[in-house]
């Protein structure tokens, strides 16, 4: 087998392996990172394949979490409804605003999604009757694999292994789709449609149905990621609709590139791995990130992926 | 009739500082067409840096002029640096790059000046109240409705009476035209740049005995002046001046009818504008 392929087998099994050689809060981490990966995956649909850029993804990431953090506090404990749901509440919620988001073009559209973003900010925090307001919701218990039978101690979502496992699953799933996505027609159009949105309506394609597709499927995933964040933390707040936290994902997917499919798993990786270990020394680590996101921008605007295929090239022809 | 001049000069105060923050926005990314979302950034340096040369002088106008000649030379090194190679690329990575500047400053000024709310309290000879009608008004915010309607006076008066004015609007309608003319483009750029970056500083000092100094105190004022800028048509410091009557007062307004969700209608209003014209912002005509 390819190296690449070797590679990626090692990485799947030590994610898979990870619960046996890591503690609690480091395991944790790594379900962080996949979570997160899984939202900057979402974001890259948008960005990196239809070359769209959505400075309010949050607002999915933060309504799948609040859906899942109203089920599971006032409905029923079970993992499946509870995921019902939130794809039901993310798709429609994408679908809906991805209709009016995509109307426009360019600028406008980073603002249109920027603003819908604050819009549900100030509504999360002023109905704080309904959501908790600043505070959000909190105690948020987990969802059971087998709702109201007697829980099979490994298969807890309980407890961190339990819980890691489904980030996994679904982690993996949603890579998955991304694969296969980026290897299908509907794929290619998408690319298409970021390269020249005009020649692939003179084609004929239907440019507003892919991209409005390709919104929703977005939004979907990022709902989802949204969710198993809520689940992970046990609280919901409305700090997801904050624009700032559009940002922070673009950050990821841009840091590991947006034209590769595990550009923003390395994204993620590089962004929560500075938060938490150059965290440690210094609680600064926001200028470093600044400061990296800038250079990228200026320098390698293809972010770390690029970055790494240029070597490649350069030593392939050397 | 005290309460309505109380509305009034609320919503005409609240309307004039968002004038003088969104002015500079609307000189870069209005006239201009350069999406700086690190606006916010620099209103917030302006504020710190107006609080530490006013914490060493105890002068209120020192403070104001530290603070906008800072931001004034910050603009300039990050336009000369930063923004000048990224004119021709547009305005994701421009966007992008701004939204790392906000990371970096956000942090910076948390470094050097903690996490802590710094407040500033107004200057004797403006302190105090007046009565206007019956309505009792602070001097401070009839100060602030001053050096709004002021420096919409002077843009105005740059604009439309000098030479400079003509200058700047020939080289941001139509660059190349400005060129064969042999109009110094790139330096018209970094004088509208450092302009926009004097007036957001000085606005951050000037908003800080209202709203206080924090870290991060520009990323809630980045949306408004963006709102207020899209609103007024991006094409005039008129337009901003109009937007800014329009979201201050629907602001002002909107906080005695739906309380917490005043600051809603402004986004729902820009979100209409928007999509009014689908187009988009940059570029003017349709993709």
Known sequence: MTRKRAALLAGLLLLIAAPWFTTGTQNDFIGDILIYSLFALSLNILIGQLGLLSFGHGTFYGLGGYAAAFMLLKASHSLWFMFAVVIAVSALASLVIGYFALLSRGMAFVMITMAISQLFYIVAVTAYKITGGVDGLTSIPRPELFPGSDEIQWLSLSGTTGFYYLCLVIFLLGLGILYRLRRSPLGAAFEGIRENEERMRSVGYPVARYKLIGFVLSGTLAGIAGALSVIQLGFAGPTAFFWTTSGEVILAVVIGGASTLFGPVIGSVVFLSLFRFIGQYTEHWRLFVGIVFVALVMFAPGGLGDLWRRRKDRAAQG | ?287
């Open chain 2, 1 to 287: 009739m005290a309460l309505l001049i109380e509305q009034a000069v609320n919503g005409l105060q609240l309307s004039m500082l968002l004038f003088l923050i969104s002015s500079g926005l609307a000189l870069t990314f209005g006239m201009m067409q350069v999406v700086n979302l690190a606006h916010g950034s620099l209103y917030m340096l302006g504020a710190f840096i107006g609080l530490a040369a006013h914490a060493a002088s105890g002068s209120f106008v020192l403070g104001l002029a530290a603070g906008a000649l800072a931001t004034a030379l910050c603009g300039l090194v990050l336009e000369q640096m930063l923004f000048k190679p990224l004119y021709p690329r547009g305005f994701h990575a421009q966007a992008l790059m701004t939204f790392g500047l906000i990371f970096f400053f956000d942090e910076l000024v948390q470094i050097i000046w903690g996490a802590d709310i710094k407040s500033l309290t107004v200057p004797a000879a403006l302190d105090g109240t007046t009565l206007i009608g019956g309505a009792t008004v602070s001097l401070y915010r009839l100060f602030l409705i001053g050096c709004g309607l002021l420096l919409a006076l002077v843009l105005a008066g740059v604009f439309t009476g000098t030479r400079l004015g003509a200058v700047i609007r020939a080289c941001v309608d139509d660059r190349e035209a400005a060129e064969s003319l042999g109009l110094q483009v790139p330096r018209v750029f970094t004088l509208v740049f450092v302009v926009g970056a004097a007036l957001a500083g000085a606005a951050g000092f000037l908003a800080v005995p209202l709203f206080t100094a924090f870290t991060g105190m520009g990323n809630d004022t980045l949306i408004l002046a963006l709102v207020v800028v899209v609103l007024g048509g991006m094409r005039s410091v008129l337009g901003a001046f109009v937007g800014s009557l329009v979201v201050g007062f629907s602001l002002s307004i909107g906080q005695i009818l739906i309380a917490g969700y005043a600051n809603a209608v402004v986004y729902v209003v820009l979100a209409i504008v928007l999509l009014v014209r689908p187009a988009g912002l940059i570029g003017g005509e349709a993709r």
